[in-house]
């Protein structure tokens, strides 16, 4: 998806029928289509291929000789049985970026696993670190280690297109939830793997920083971080605590991680004196990170939400007009390309096999006869 806002034609693979599992992940619905799979599968098109007919098969392959990347996410091993593997594709088209995205890589103890973003969340040791102090392990409300890993392979695709540019040669790419996810632990990793300190959860806090943390209000919640002294000077001074700065429990940020609890209770305890609004008027303009925490609502209604241009609208075939968040990323030279709407299963399939593998009519209809494709028909 991203790839195609930077203007890549991509093409999705389906089965026939029922297409990519996502598409019965609801409600909500938006019409007869899941908002969850119209959320993240702009800018493709759809060919509803059976992968398990010869013919089937045969497509594929001849698809991928005239494509720049092939991306698949099955179990190892599972599409060299049809053979599409990447020793079959690289036989046919020696150019191809072949990037597989599983839930544990290609090779080692636990690679015939499905992988869905909550396990490697947790196998990953990601829920352990999240919930409250106290509490439960969580879920993050979104599907942290998918998007991590989306957003790797992306950077792995373009780079073994580089790669392709200098040398001529294509190559295969593994990217995995697991090694996205424990990539993505950063200072919680080092500071197991060098201090031997185990991971705990701290809610809005964090471990090694105070105050970097929400907190209640009259009406709500604020978070705000204090990075270095000067910014605990400054909080200090906005929540009219002088004295608060200049005891020497909390001198540093050493010091204040080591008193944290004395300290966010008489933080706590100010902060609970005003409305979010009020505290928010009073952070303007300091230099201290703050904000509130924000229902959906107050996201999409927020001014500088609204600037970046976070919102991209389309006209769905048949959802209507729908909206989903859009690319976090600007570029001075040029535009990210004009969205184009989620797909139906097999919407593109006749036109795919046209333009760009020259099939006639009559084989077409031959394929669309015995099931090998499937093309829906858009009313």
Known sequence: MNLGDLGAEVIKVERPGAG???????????????????????????????????????????????????VENYVPGKLTEMGLGYEDIKKIAPHIV?????????????????????????????????????????????????????????????????????TGKGLHIDCNLLSSQVACLTHIAANYLNCKIEAKRWGTAHGSIVPYQAFKTKDGYIVVGAGNDQQFVTVCKILNLPEVSKDSRYKTNTLRVQNRKELIDILSNRFSEKATIEWLQLFEGSGVPYGPINNMQQVFSDPQVLHNGLVMEMNHPTAGRIAVPGPGVRYSEFAVSHPKPPPLVGQHTVEILKGMLGYKDDAIEELLRTGAVAQHEVR
Request: aromatic share 8%; glycine share 12%.
């Open 98 to 166: 072949y990037c597989s995205i599983t839930g544990y890589g290609q090779t080692g103890p636990m690679v015939q696993r499905g992988g869905y973003d909550s396990i490697a969340a947790a196998v990953s040791g990601l829920m352990h670190i999240t919930g409250h102090e106290d509490g439960e392990p969580v879920r993050p409300g979104v599907a942290m280690t998918d998007l991590a890993t989306g957003l790797y392979t992306s950077g792995a695709i373009m780079a073994g297109l580089l790669q392709r540019y200098k």
């Open 20 to 70: 990519d599992d996502t598409r019965a992940w609801g409600p909500p619905f938006a019409g007869t289509e899941s908002v969850y799979f119209l959320s993240v599968n702009r800018n493709k098109k759809s060919i509803a291929i059976n992968m398990k007919d010869s013919k089937g098969a045969k497509l594929i392959r001849e698809l991928a000789a005239v494509s720049d990347v092939f």
